[in-house]
Each structure stands twice: as C-alpha cells, then as structure tokens.
C-alpha cells in the first residue's frame, strides 16, 4: 500500500507539473483503462494500434531531452517507477509479457538475428521497427503508473555529450545499468556524433537503408544514420549497448534510440525533398509487438510515420551544439589526421575533445554520397570502431593525399568473437567534389580503416587496408 501511495502521489506531482489538474487525472485514467479490451485478433491490433492513431492532437504527449530534467523531476521520477514496476514484473515472473525482460528481448528477437524473415537491420525497416518498439514501450510504461500523459525521453547527446546523470546513481536507480564501460566523465568524441553526413543524404536509401533483399537473396545495405553515429554511439557505452544481443535491457537505449527516431523527423523536416519510401512493400511492412498489457500486436509502418497521430511529439528538433561550436546541417566534424591517434586517450573535457577534432563549412551545393563496397575483411574484434581515410597517392599517408571520410562501427549480430562481415559489405559516405572528381576519373583510391580507442577495449596498433573496391554514386 505504501508503495501504491507512493505512486500516486507522484503521479500527482506529475500531473501538476502539467497543469491537468484532478479532472485530468479522473478522465485520463479511466479513458485509458478502457480504451483496450480486444475480444480477437483483429480487434486487438486496432484497439492498440488504430485508437491510438485516431485519437489524434488531443492526447498528445511531448518527449523530452533527458538531460534537461532535474534529478528530482516528477517526469524523472514517474517514469523511474515504471520501469521498476516493469523490473519487478520480470523478477516474478520472467516470461510476463508486460515485464522489462520481455521488453527486452523483443529487441533481440528481431535484432540479433540471422533469421533472414525478423531482422530489421541493414536494411529501411530498421527506423520504423525502432519507432514502433519505443511506442509500445511507452505504452507498457503509462499503464505500468496508470498515467497515459507519462512519456518516453530521448538523450540529445550532441548537447550532452556523456552519459547523462539521470541513467548513473547505481542500482538504486531503476535508470541504471553497471555494464556500461564508460565513466561518468567520458566526453563523446564528436566525429562519433557527426550528423552531417546523414542530414545531408538526399534519398531515404542512403540515409536509412536499402529494401531487404528477395527472400534472402542479395545484399543487405543499411543506411549512414545506422552505420555512423546509431552504431558508434552503442559501442562508445558498451557493455549490454555495444550489442544487438541485451542492448533492449540497458535503459538509456530507449534516450538513444529516442533521440535516433527524433533525427528521424528532423531529416524529414530539413529538406523539402527528403521524403519517406512510396513503396507498399514498405508501407504495408507488418511489425510484431505486444501492448501494454502484454497481448500481441500487428503494426503497419503506414501506420508510424504521423508521430503525432501516434500521440507523441518532440520538445524540439534542433541538433545544433548549445554553444554555437557546428550546425549540424551544415558543418562536418573531422578528427585532426596529425592528431587522430591522440583520440586513444579518454578526453576528460569538451575543451581536450576539440583539440583533435575540427570543424570544416560543408558545401552543400558539392556534397555527395557513394556507396563504398568491398569483400569480406577478417576485423581483429567485433564491435569494430574506425576512422575511415581515403589515400589518393602511392605514397606514405598525409593530410594532403589521405582524406578523412567518416567514423564508423561495424556492430556484431550474434556473436563478437565471429570477427567476419558478410561476404560483400556495403557502407555509405559522404565524399566531396574533389573526391568525386577522382572516384569518377576511376584514379586509384586505397581505404584505410584507422580503429579508434573506445574505454574498456584494446586495439590493434596497425591500420586494416580494405579490398577489392567499387565505388557507386548515389
């Protein structure tokens, strides 16, 4: 009884923040207890997913930035207590549907797979099964408290550059989670977080992924938002982060994941022309999830792409640095090549971190993307983080013949100790004109894959020359 009063009085709390008032609470409480009581199959995908959608503006909750609510918050602290309310479901009864085990292997399921039929990675599924996964999740965690205006965060880590102290404090915080390698003070590089590239890609293709091969036959090519800064920032955590495997147990996946699906709608939003995929084989892609009350679900990704209409909004969609240092749009970050080694030392300030990196103006005009592919390379470890240089010249590298292109980490499916990509590998990067130029004169390009030091992980000390290379302008 005391932990219910608890709970109410901080749904309370919550409430008049939100200045709701008791009315609120008494309608918005009941609505939502009986807004799902399926009978069939059908009708429980359109009471859980259907409802939702049509219920439209009129419910529609803000998700914030994590890292700019007070530790004592009463949006912090409710959404505290429904994960621990999920924790110990889980602790019951491990199996139980609505319990954050299950939540998380929901993740594992369909993202550390080889199953060809689940995976959602490496290909356009990948951002649409994320939306829905935190959706539902949200779901599972109002009625968890009871409070259908409690929302999910997102961590704008391009803000926040480490890891926010509302997910540290120790396993008192249902927030926590004492696999993550990195310490409280470890400052992000910012090429791990450069958003340009992926801002400025022009098909949805390059930026989130190609459609999934035919019945398994053929590449699997994910988009630069995965490759880049989606995977370097689950590997710079580590531990349950720098895997697909537990990743879906560790909470500050869902402020990444948030903060994934934000930028999302931020690249929607950044160019007239930026448009999601027309094809129904898209569309009409059927997601498996289970509501709030662990019952099974079927979502359609037509049915995702409204985050509104879904019931939810951001704070904000702006990704440029508070201090004013890179627009994301328009600037790209680029570690220092005198300096790029430098980065194996753990940057214990925003002042060191920007001794290696700097920031260069984009000309948006000349910017272009390729589809870099090259065959199978056997990596010294999994999860693998490099620092990819084109070298033009036949010669020992320099900052005038060997070109910075991007930071990227290969995250391992199933298995860290496999130590193999697939036999053709595919990734994309934002080159320049000058680099155009070359690819399209067909002069020779070597690709140098530098690893970066990430806290916790040793690196070899040589460079992993890629081969047999194509080049393709998308």
């Given amino acids: 009884m005391k932990h219910h009063s608890d709970i109410t009085y901080k749904r309370r709390s919550f409430l008049k923040k939100m200045s709701l008032g008791s009315f609120g609470l008494t309608a918005l409480s009941t609505g939502f207890a009986t807004s799902c009581k399926p009978e069939s199959k059908k009708d429980l995908v359109l009471g859980s997913v259907a409802q939702a959608i049509q219920s439209g503006s009129s419910s529609v909750i803000t998700r914030k930035n994590i890292a700019s609510l007070a530790p004592n918050d009463p949006e ?14 889980s602790e ?29 990675h ?28 409690l929302a999910l965060h997102y961590w704008d880590w391009t803000k926040h550059p480490k890891i926010p102290e509302q997910y540290q404090g120790g396993l008192n915080n249902p927030l926590y989670n004492d696999t993550r390698l990195v310490k409280s003070n470890d400052i992000i590089p910012f090429d791990f977080m450069n958003l340009g590239p992926a801002f400025r890609a022009k098909k949805f293709s390059t930026y989130g992924g190609y459609p999934f091969p035919n019945k398994g036959q ?20 580590g531990g349950e982060m720098a895997g697909f495997v537990a990743a879906g147990y560790d909470p500050i996946f869902y402020g990444h994941h948030g903060n994934c699906d934000r ?43 409204d985050t509104e209409k879904l019931g939810y909004r951001f704070a904000d969609l702006d990704f440029n640095s508070e201090d004013g240092i890179y627009n994301s749009l328009e600037d790209k970050i680029i570690p220092s090549y005198d300096l790029v080694k430098a980065s194996n030392i753990y940057n214990a300030s925003i002042e060191e971190e920007r001794k290696v990196q700097r920031i260069e103006k984009v000309d948006l005009a000349n910017a272009s993307h390729v589809l870099l592919k090259f065959q199978r390379a056997q ?74 030091q990430v806290r916790g992980r040793n690196i070899p000390d040589t460079t992993l020359q890629i081969e047999n290379i194509t080049f393709t302008l998308v």
């Fill in 76 to 89: 912090l602290q409710l959404l505290k207590d429904a994960v621990d309310i999920m924790r110990k479901r």
């Fill in 92 to 120: 019951k009864w491990p199996l139980d549907p609505a319990g954050w085990s299950e939540n998380g292997a929901l993740h594992t399921k369909f993202c550390a797979t080889i199953e060809f039929s689940y995976q959602v």
């Fill in 122 to 149: 490496y290909s356009w599924f990948v951002w649409p099964w994320h939306r829905a996964y935190l959706w539902t999740l949200e779901k599972k965690l109002q009625h968890a408290v009871r409070e259908p205006k």
């Fill in 218 to 237: 053929g590449p699997q090519i994910d988009g630069i938002a995965e490759q880049s800064f989606h995977n370097n920032i689950h590997n710079w955590i």
């Fill in 263 to 305: 930028f999302w709608q931020a690249w929607l939003n950044a160019n007239e022309f930026h448009q999601n995929p027309s094809d129904s084989e898209w569309l009409e892609k059927v997601f498996y999830f289970t509501d709030e009350k662990g019952k099974p679900i079927e979502i359609k990704i037509k049915d995702l792409l």
């Fill in 379 to 452: 990596l010294p470890y999994m999860p693998y983080c490099s620092r990819v240089f084109f070298l033009f010249e036949e010669a020992k590298p320099n900052p005038e013949n060997c070109k910075y292109i991007g930071t990227f980490t290969i995250l391992p499916i199933v298995s860290a100790e496999q130590g193999k990509l697939e036999k053709d590998v595919y990734m994309h990067v934002e080159i320049t004109s000058v680099i155009r130029n070359q690819i399209q004169s067909k002069k020779n390009i070597k690709v140098f894959f530098e690893p970066v």
